[in-house]
C-alpha cells in the first residue's frame, strides 16, 4: 500500500502525466511555495524507485517518471529563480572513454537530478583528463562511471588512476555501473561501488555523501 499522502506525489508514483502537469500549474497559480511542490515530486519519484525495487516496475517507467519531473521542473524553474535550495550532493556522470552508450548514464543522471542531487553529465567518450577537469570545477565529491563494453574497463581503471594522480581519490567516491559491470570490475578498476541499476545509483550517492 503506498504510504503517500499528497495527491501530486501519488499522482507521480502512479505516472498520471496530466494529473502531474495539472497539479503543478494549479499549486504555481495559486502560490504555493515551489519547493514544497518539489518536495512532493521527490516523494513521488522516491515511490517510483521503491516499486521499482519491488519489481512492480520497469526501466521504463523509471525513464517516464524522469521525464514527467522533467516537464514540470520547466514549470517550476522560474519560481525557484532566487530561492535556490542546496543540493544534496555534486555528481559528476560520464561513459569513459572509448563507449559511446548513453542510454544507462542519462537515466542515472534523470534520477540522481529528481532525487535532489546537482548531476554535471559530461556525455560519452570521456577521456580521464576532462573528468578530473569537471571534478576540479565543480567541487563534486560523487563521480559516477557508466560503461556498456568490457573494453571500458580499463578505461575506468585509468580514469580512477587520474584522480589519484590528481589528488583527488580522498575526496571523490566513485561509483560504477552498466551492462557488464559487477563486483569484479569494481575491484579491478579500484572504484568505490557498483549499482545495477538507478535505484542502486542514488543509494551509492547518499551513502557516500553521508545523506539519510
Request: glycine content about 2%.
Given at each position: 500500500?503506498?504510504?503517500l499522502s499528497g495527491g501530486l506525489a501519488l499522482a507521480l508514483a502512479d505516472l498520471r502525466e496530466e494529473d502531474v502537469l495539472r497539479l503543478v500549474k494549479e499549486g504555481?497559480?495559486?502560490?504555493?511555495?515551489?519547493?514544497?511542490l518539489v518536495g512532493d515530486l521527490r516523494r513521488g519519484i522516491s515511490q517510483v524507485g521503491d516499486r521499482f525495487e519491488k519489481g512492480e516496475y520497469f526501466v521504463s517507467e523509471?525513464?517516464?517518471?524522469a521525464d514527467i519531473f522533467k516537464q514540470v521542473m520547466v514549470v517550476l524553474e522560474p519560481l525557484l529563480a532566487g530561492k535556490r535550495e542546496a543540493p544534496l550532493g555534486r555528481v559528476v556522470m560520464a561513459t569513459v572513454k572509448g563507449d559511446i552508450h548513453d542510454i544507462g548514464k542519462n537515466i542515472v543522471s534523470m534520477i540522481l537530478?529528481?532525487?535532489g542531487f546537482e548531476v554535471?553529465?559530461?556525455g560519452v567518450d570521456v577521456p580521464p583528463e576532462r573528468i578530473v577537469s569537471a571534478l576540479q570545477e565543480t567541487g563534486a565529491t560523487v563521480l559516477g562511471l557508466s560503461a556498456l563494453l568490457t573494453v571500458s574497463?580499463?578505461?575506468?581503471?585509468?580514469?580512477?588512476?587520474?584522480l589519484e594522480q590528481a589528488?583527488?581519490?580522498d575526496r571523490v567516491k566513485v561509483m560504477i555501473g552498466g551492462g557488464p559491470v559487477n563486483e569484479k570490475v569494481r575491484a579491478y578498476t579500484g572504484a568505490d561501488g557498483v549499482g545495477y541499476d538507478?535505484?542502486?545509483a542514488v543509494a551509492l550517492a547518499r551513502q557516500f555523501l553521508g545523506v539519510k
Open positions: 500500500m503506498d504510504d504555481a497559480e495559486a502560490g504555493a511555495d515551489p519547493w514544497a523509471l525513464i517516464m517518471a537530478s529528481a532525487n554535471f553529465d559530461l574497463f580499463d578505461p575506468m581503471k585509468e580514469t580512477i588512476h587520474a589528488r583527488l581519490r538507478a535505484q542502486d
